[in-house]
């Protein structure tokens, strides 16, 4: 059974735009697949906590080892890179916040980026150890970043390769409060992208 994990970073949650366009390639995604599984994470209303010494040192420690409030940190952890591990799909949906992506997707991310579980260090360089998946990220945006300030791309390209995701997708919708007319125009334009995105069942 293919599975896919949705993860929505938007603050409004589902009725953000974001989480609109990703709700729409998900149930394309179902129509191909009817007997498929998906898992929806929103970090608005169950954010994934901030990273902290402490948990951090949960992560490093040896299980033996670890005190009950570390275990307990680390299972937090493994429960969210089993979920990412058993996705064959991963759907983002992400809102530019003050030029980057939303802290709770960071946080989600110093989460599942675990030496030795999710990406581990040869001789060679870092290795990411979540390979084989697919991944969609659909960003929305006020203004217009593509040619110019883009700080989102190249770091959700750089983590995702990192951990081993390295068949990205890319859907952007811009421009969404320069007025009406760039925003219906621009989301326009990404549903159509979406529609690209995978082929219809029959």
Same mark, same amino acid.
């Given at each position: 059974m293919s599975t896919l994990l949705q993860i929505n970073a938007?603050? #409004?949650? #589902?009725?953000?735009?974001?989480s609109r366009l990703a709700q729409r390639f998900v149930a394309d995604w179902q /129509?191909?697949? =009817? &007997?498929?599984? $998906?898992i929806t994470r929103d970090l608005a209303s169950d954010p994934v906590p901030h990273l902290t010494a402490e948990r951090f040192q949960a992560f490093l420690s040896q299980p033996d080892a670890r005190t009950d409030e570390q275990r307990a940190h680390a299972a937090y952890s493994d429960a969210l890179i089993e &979920?990412?591990? @058993?996705a064959d799909t991963i759907v983002f949906a992400v809102?530019?916040?003050n030029f980057s992506v939303p802290s709770t997707l960071r946080a989600y991310f110093d989460h599942i980026a675990r030496a030795g579980v999710t990406f581990r260090y040869t001789a060679n360089g870092p &290795?990411?150890?979540?390979?084989?998946?697919?991944?969609? $990220?659909?960003i929305t945006r006020g203004g217009f970043y593509a040619d110019a300030a883009d700080t989102? /791309? =190249?770091?959700?390209k750089q983590f995702l390769g990192f951990i081993g995701i390295t068949d $990205? @997708?890319? $859907?952007? #919708?811009e421009g969404l409060g320069m007025g009406e007319e760039s925003r219906e125009k621009s989301l326009a334009q990404a549903h159509n992208a979406i529609g690209e995105l995978l082929p219809r069942a029959a």
């Amino acid at each position: 059974m293919s599975t896919l994990l949705q993860i929505n970073a938007s603050l #409004a949650g #589902a009725s953000g735009q974001s989480s609109r366009l990703a709700q729409r390639f998900v149930a394309d995604w179902q /129509t191909k697949h =009817p &007997e498929g599984r $998906v898992i929806t994470r929103d970090l608005a209303s169950d954010p994934v906590p901030h990273l902290t010494a402490e948990r951090f040192q949960a992560f490093l420690s040896q299980p033996d080892a670890r005190t009950d409030e570390q275990r307990a940190h680390a299972a937090y952890s493994d429960a969210l890179i089993e &979920e990412i591990k @058993n996705a064959d799909t991963i759907v983002f949906a992400v809102p530019m916040y003050n030029f980057s992506v939303p802290s709770t997707l960071r946080a989600y991310f110093d989460h599942i980026a675990r030496a030795g579980v999710t990406f581990r260090y040869t001789a060679n360089g870092p &290795e990411g150890l979540l390979k084989g998946k697919k991944a969609y $990220v659909f960003i929305t945006r006020g203004g217009f970043y593509a040619d110019a300030a883009d700080t989102q /791309t =190249p770091y959700l390209k750089q983590f995702l390769g990192f951990i081993g995701i390295t068949d $990205v @997708n890319f $859907v952007f #919708a811009e421009g969404l409060g320069m007025g009406e007319e760039s925003r219906e125009k621009s989301l326009a334009q990404a549903h159509n992208a979406i529609g690209e995105l995978l082929p219809r069942a029959a």
